[in-house]
């Protein structure tokens, strides 16, 4: 099992920056791909960054290219996403995932990913 909590999300203006963490626990957090998705009201959840379990190979959604960043400590078991020039269409839930079935890589799809976090909400007012 491995367990995973998000913090940092909230209320900003466009253009702000917020920086999401999540903390894992339960099994060998360096062994796993890592990713955020995001989910709004009404739509589908989606892939906005992922990671393979060293940080040196990521993804990006385009929607989301330039704008964010997402790393990992390995020796502190976290994954973090630094977002700036938010935009009012980033508004969403924001969920962090692991992957623990593709060797350290990670997946593109929701299906991929074995555990979840509990999410947390990020809203940008314009």
């Known amino acids: 099992q491995v367990q995973l909590v998000e913090s940092g999300g909230g209320l900003v203006q466009a253009g702000d920056s917020l920086r999401l963490s999540c903390a894992a626990s339960?099994?060998?957090?360096?062994?796993?791909?890592m990713a955020w998705f995001r989910q709004a009201p009404g739509k589908e959840r989606e892939l906005v960054a992922a990671t393979t379990w060293s940080g040196f190979s990521t993804y990006y959604a385009d929607s989301v290219k330039g704008r964010f960043t997402i790393s990992r400590d390995n020796a502190k078991n976290m994954l973090y996403l630094q977002m700036n020039s938010l935009k009012p269409e980033d508004t969403a839930v924001y969920y962090c995932?692991?992957?623990?079935?593709?060797?350290?890589?990670?997946?593109?799809?929701?299906?991929?990913?074995?555990?979840w976090g509990q999410g947390s909400q990020v809203t940008v007012s314009s």
């Open positions: 995932a692991a992957c623990v079935r593709r060797d350290g890589n990670y997946g593109t799809r929701v299906e991929q990913y074995d555990y």
């Open positions: 339960g099994r060998t957090f360096s062994n796993f791909g």
